[in-house]
């Protein structure tokens, strides 16, 4: 079993940033792809960004492209700039084997309890 534990969200202006970490515990999947999907009241799950076990390959939707950055050490860290209200939403750590179809919540079989990020304009 893998527990995930994100932090780091919070309040934050527009054009602000924020970084997201993502620590696991227990026994892993591995290979394993982490990824951070994110949920805005109303919408469905959505696609952040992923990474490989080993850290080598990135995954992000385009709408976080160039802004965002996913990265893996001892925790998988997101480095949010130049956020948005649009950004604003309660963002999932997932972990799980490796698929081409990462963007797929059905993907994933670890999820933390989820961290809150607001974006005022």
């Known amino acids: 079993q893998v527990q995930l534990v994100e932090s780091g969200g919070g309040l934050v202006q527009a054009g602000g940033s924020l970084r997201l970490s993502c620590a696991a515990s227990?026994?892993?999947?591995?290979?394993?792809?982490t990824a951070w999907f994110r949920q805005a009241p109303g919408k469905e799950r959505e696609f952040v960004a992923a990474?490989?076990?080993?850290?080598t390959v990135t995954y992000y939707a385009d709408s976080v492209k160039v802004r965002f950055t996913i990265s893996r050490e001892n925790t998988v860290s997101l480095q949010m700039n130049s956020l948005k209200p649009e950004d604003t939403a309660v963002y999932y750590c997932?972990?799980?084997?490796?698929?081409?179809?990462?963007?797929?919540?059905?993907?994933?079989?670890?999820w933390g309890q989820g961290t809150q990020v607001t974006v005022s304009s």
């Open positions: 227990g026994r892993t999947v591995t290979p394993y792809t």
């Open positions: 997932a972990a799980g084997p490796y698929s081409g179809t990462y963007y797929r919540p059905d993907e994933y079989n670890y």
């Open positions: 990474i490989t076990w080993d850290g």
